[in-house]
């Protein structure tokens, strides 16, 4: 093994520091409207490279990278482009392309829409965006909540493991929930609770949403708050008051509900007192294990209209065969698309220009990597993973490769510009054998490798690699951390980042964490096992996976 590995950091020294003049005269970005055309590109992973790359995927002449239309067409363009440059193969049955169906529904009206609460002491109405969000997730074009009884089932868990479920004993049918954002582990920053301040899937809130619905509740309503959610009141605002979109409901067979939305903690107490409870009282006592659930004596009722159309999207697959083992693989995932803000310079840049970046890079290496990999390798670019992460849902439920033969995943989002770091922190550490490859990656960088440094924001179920963790292949989603005091940037102080390409960024940091997770997956392409979820992790290979 030490031989081995010591090959394969080899062969990425050669490769990374030659440059080739091949592809002179290619213009890569044909087809793309303004794009430059780039003709000299390394077989390695190199800062030059690397700008190139954030600079087209950032450029105006994509048009902000959104789903659907004259911009995804031009994005999906250019990365087909840069993969036949490089002289990989299509990789989903002979097509680059993978069609992603999705659902979307937009609220009608959300300006006159309202929550209405009944209590023995009349009627009261909450007002949608400054009180609340409601919209459905089952595509239905008009859903109602016709007083709904009210039961608060504290975080909304039921886990089995943990000895924890706060639905023992109740009869949800036609009832609403309220529920806590977060779990109870983080509400009592208790380590041996859940994961103690660390977030958990039990806290996300869509969690919460799939939760209700297999409990047969009609309608559920999270209480927002911003330190146990990670993010502000106007965040959940303005991603209710769009199109929300979703896999069509048949692609996962789970149960959907026909109402769903957020409270803010104020409207949570005026529902409480309504009703003659202390929403305060009751949520500490929601965080104590025996907590059990607690019917309010007053009822919702919400009427909602919704458009709901289809479209598809699209995923970018690239295959580099393997030599002995091709019908095994590793992914190497990132997501190409954005969701535009409200100016026009964002563009999406660090998030996730730089992660496709990367993505290619590492492409490039392995096209010209010497020894060839004996297993294969696919390169997913994939989309509407800022709409909830369908892009790689809808791939780990249409594997290219069986997902029995699929030896992990790593993804890449939003790589750094500030910079060079003596470490990179793993989201989600301690959960598959594959930290400790990167470890060695590391230490052949002379860097090493941390937890992650904000477990309480639960990024690792905010990005691509939590829909393959789900189905049980061990992932790898690191992040440079501690900057080394000489890695400023050469031009003062940085732009906000997620803007627009500054040629003062420092892409030195995104050029170290690219070639680590390049010599990760280059260790695991030589290797005959398969790595494996680590003792007490939160995720499994399935028994129809194991025994590989």
């Known amino acids: 093994m030490r031989q081995l590995w010591s090959i394969v950091v080899l062969s990425f020294a050669l490769c990374a520091c030659q440059h080739h003049q091949t592809n002179t005269g290619t213009d890569s970005s044909a087809g793309v409207g303004a794009l430059p055309a780039y003709n000299d590109f390394s077989p390695g992973i190199v800062i030059d490279d690397m700008t190139q790359h954030v600079k087209a995927l950032s450029s105006d002449a994509l048009l902000g990278r959104t789903t659907t239309g004259e911009a995804e067409q031009r994005t999906t363009d250019y990365l087909i482009q840069q993969f036949t440059r490089m002289g990989l193969a299509p990789g989903n049955n002979g097509s680059w392309l993978q069609s992603v169906p999705y659902v979307a529904a937009t609220l009608q009206h959300a300006?006159?829409?309202?929550?209405?609460?009944?209590?023995?002491?009349?009627?009261?109405?909450?007002?949608?965006?400054?009180?609340?969000?409601?919209?459905?997730?089952?595509?239905?074009?008009?859903?109602?909540?016709?007083?709904?009884?009210?039961?608060?089932?504290?975080?909304?868990?039921?886990?089995?493991?943990?000895?924890?479920?706060?639905?023992?004993?109740?009869?949800?049918?036609?009832?609403?929930?309220?529920?806590?954002?977060?779990?109870?582990?983080?509400?009592?920053?208790?380590?041996?609770?859940?994961?103690?301040?660390?977030?958990?899937?039990?806290?996300?809130?869509?969690y919460k949403f799939e939760e209700a619905a297999r409990q047969g509740a009609t309608a559920a309503f999270i209480v927002h708050d911003t330190d146990a959610a990670g993010y502000p009141w106007s965040?959940?605002?303005?991603?209710?008051?769009?199109?929300?979109?979703?896999?069509?409901?048949?692609?996962?067979?789970?149960?959907?509900?026909?109402?769903?939305?957020?409270?803010?903690?104020?409207?949570?107490?005026?529902?409480?007192?309504?009703?003659?409870?202390?929403?305060?009282t009751l949520k500490r006592q929601a965080a104590q294990r025996g907590f059990t659930a607690v019917p309010l004596q007053a009822t919702l009722s919400v009427t909602i209209d919704s458009t709901i159309s289809h479209g598809e999207s699209h995923n970018v697959v690239a295959r580099l065969n393997g030599?002995?083992?091709?019908?095994?693989?590793?992914?190497?995932?990132?997501?190409?698309?954005?969701?535009?803000?409200?100016?026009?310079?964002?563009?999406?840049?660090?998030?996730?220009?730089?992660?496709?970046?990367?993505?290619l890079e590492i492409a490039e290496a392995f096209a010209h990597r010497a020894p060839k990999p004996h297993r294969s390798l696919l390169f997913i670019a994939t989309t509407l993973d800022e709409s909830g992460l369908l892009g790689s849902r809808y791939y780990v439920a249409h594997p290219v490769v069986p997902l029995s033969h699929t030896v992990a995943d790593i993804n890449l989002?939003?790589?750094?510009?500030?910079?060079?770091?003596?470490?990179?922190?793993?989201?989600?550490?301690?959960?598959?054998?594959?930290?400790?490859?990167?470890?060695?990656?590391?230490?052949?960088?002379?860097r090493d490798v941390l937890p992650d440094l904000q477990p309480e924001q639960g990024f690792f179920f905010r990005s691509d690699q939590l829909s393959f963790a789900r189905a049980g292949v061990p992932v790898l989603y690191a992040r440079s951390a501690a900057t080394r005091p000489d890695a400023a940037p050469t031009g003062g102080d940085l732009p906000p980042k997620d803007d627009r390409f500054d040629p003062r960024w420092n892409l030195s940091g995104a050029v170290e964490d690219t070639r680590a997770l390049f010599m990760v997956g280059s260790r695991l392409s030589m290797e005959e096992h398969f790595p494996q979820w680590k003792p007490g992790s939160d995720y499994q290979r399935p028994v129809s996976m194991q025994g590989l």
């Open 235 to 280: 965040v959940v605002q303005r991603s209710w008051s769009t199109a929300r979109l979703d896999l069509p409901k048949g692609e996962e067979g789970t149960p959907r509900l026909a109402v769903a939305g957020w409270l803010t903690t104020d409207a949570a107490r005026q529902l409480f007192a309504r009703a003659g409870a202390d929403f305060d």
């Open 323 to 359: 030599t002995t083992h091709a019908d095994q693989a590793i992914v190497y995932s990132a997501h190409w698309d954005h969701v535009a803000g409200a100016s026009d310079a964002r563009q999406g840049t660090v998030d996730n220009a730089t992660g496709v970046a990367g993505l």
């Open 413 to 446: 989002d939003m790589l750094p510009v500030d910079g060079p770091a003596s470490a990179l922190s793993v989201i989600g550490f301690g959960q598959s054998q594959l930290d400790d490859y990167l470890a060695a990656a590391a230490r052949a960088q002379r």
């Open 111 to 206: 300006e006159q829409t309202q929550l209405s609460i009944d209590a023995s002491d009349g009627r009261s109405t909450l007002d949608f965006g400054k009180d609340m969000v409601v919209g459905t997730l089952d595509e239905q074009a008009h859903a109602a909540l016709a007083a709904s009884p009210v039961v608060f089932v504290g975080y909304g868990i039921d886990a089995p493991g943990e000895q924890w479920n706060d639905y023992t004993g109740t009869d949800l049918k036609g009832k609403t929930v309220i529920v806590l954002v977060n779990d109870p582990g983080w509400a009592n920053q208790d380590p041996k609770l859940f994961k103690g301040r660390e977030y958990t899937y039990f806290g996300r809130w869509t």
